[in-house]
C-alpha cells in the first residue's frame, strides 16, 4: 500500500508540476476593445436658380392688405404700381394688372389693367378694393386662383407671372410659406415666376415696437425667390418701378440652410464651377460671374 501510494502521490505532484509550467508559458492574453466611430446623421440639400428671360407677355397680380392700419400706405402703392407699369412697358405692351384683398371680402378684384387704363384708373385701383377682416393672402391667393371666375380668367397661358405682397403685419393664414411656394411653382409652372414682398422688415423704419407685426412670412418668401423683402417703411415706391427684378442678373443666391462649408458645391447648368464664394454672415452664395438668361445655378451642401 505504500508502494502505491507513493507512486500516486509521485504520478499528481508530476501532473500538477507540467500544469504549472503550460500556464506560466502561455501568452498574456488581455482584453482587446475597438473603437467604433460614431458617424453623424446628414442631411444634402440643393437651393437653385433659373436666371430669367425678360417677359414678353406679363400678368402681375398685386394682393394688398387693405385692413383699417394700410389706408395710409395706398397713396404709395398707387404711385408705385404706375411707375412700374411705366417699366413693364419697356419691355412689353402684352401686360395685365390686377389687385385682390387678403380676405376676399367684397368687392375682391379689381382689374384687369392694362396700356390702355388711365393714369386715374391705377391710382384709384386700392381705394375700392373691400376693407379686409383677415391678412391671409396666402389663403386668398390660392382662392382667387383656383375658386373664382375673376382669377380663372385673370391668369393667361403662357404669360409669366410677377406676384406683388403689400402688408403691414405678417401673413396670418395656416398656410406654410414653403407650401405656398411650392404650389406657386406647381400651378405656374409653364411660365417664369417673381415675388415681390413689401412688408415691415425686422430693421424698419416704421415706428412700430410690435414685433408681432414683422412679415416674418413674407420675409421668407421672398428668400425663396431670391431676394430680399422691401421694407414698407422705405421708398419702396421707386424700387418697385425698377425693372431689375424682372429681368435683372441674379449673382447673389440665398441659401435656405447653414451649410457645412467644406461640403458647399456649385453647379452652371448642371457643370461644377469654382468662380463663387460664400458670405457667412449673409449665408449666400456669391458668384464671380453674371449668369446668362437661363442658366441653371445648383448649390449643394450638407446640414448637420
Known amino acids: 500500500m505504500t508502494i502505491k501510494e507513493n507512486k500516486i502521490l509521485k504520478i499528481l505532484t ?12 502561455s501568452p498574456d492574453y488581455g482584453v482587446k476593445y475597438d473603437l467604433i466611430e460614431e458617424i453623424q446623421p446628414t442631411t444634402v440639400v440643393i437651393d437653385s436658380f433659373l436666371q430669367r428671360s425678360p417677359p414678353e407677355h406679363l400678368d402681375v397680380l398685386i394682393i394688398l392688405d387693405t385692413s383699417g392700419s394700410m389706408n395710409d400706405n395706398y397713396d404709395s402703392v398707387s404711385a408705385g404700381v404706375e411707375l412700374l407699369r411705366a417699366d413693364i412697358e419697356k419691355l412689353t405692351s402684352d401686360y395685365k394688372i390686377g389687385y385682390i384683398n387678403t380676405s376676399l371680402r367684397e368687392p375682391y378684384f379689381n382689374g384687369p389693367y392694362d396700356q390702355n387704363s388711365s393714369v386715374l384708373d391705377m391710382l384709384m385701383a386700392p381705394y375700392t378694393l373691400g376693407n379686409d377682416s383677415t391678412e391671409e393672402a396666402y ?4 382662392e382667387f386662383t383656383t375658386q373664382t371666375p375673376e382669377g380663372i380668367d385673370f391668369f393667361r397661358d403662357g404669360a409669366d407671372k410677377l406676384f406683388i405682397f403689400v402688408s403691414d403685419e405678417d401673413e396670418q393664414s395656416a398656410i406654410p410659406t414653403n407650401i405656398f411656394h411650392d404650389w406657386l411653382m406647381s400651378e405656374f409652372s409653364e411660365v417664369q415666376q417673381d415675388a415681390v414682398t413689401i412688408v415691415l422688415t425686422e430693421d424698419s423704419m416704421c415706428d412700430s415696437a410690435y414685433t408681432a407685426m414683422i412679415g416674418t412670412k413674407y420675409i421668407e418668401l421672398s428668400t425663396r425667390f431670391y431676394k430680399e423683402a422691401v421694407d414698407l417703411c422705405s421708398d419702396w415706391s421707386l424700387w418697385l418701378a425698377d425693372s431689375t427684378f424682372l429681368v435683372g442678373i441674379v449673382d447673389e443666391i440665398p441659401l435656405t440652410r447653414i451649410p457645412v462649408i467644406e461640403s458647399l458645391v456649385v453647379y452652371l447648368n448642371g457643370i461644377e464651377i469654382t468662380e463663387w464664394d460664400y458670405d457667412a454672415a ?3 452664395i456669391l458668384l464671380d460671374f453674371e449668369p446668362s438668361p437661363g442658366d441653371l445655378i445648383e448649390v449643394g451642401y450638407v446640414i448637420l
Open 139 to 142: 389663403a386668398a391667393m390660392y
Open 282 to 284: 449673409a449665408n449666400m
Open 14 to 25: 508530476s501532473f500538477l508540476m507540467m500544469c504549472m509550467v503550460f500556464l506560466s508559458c
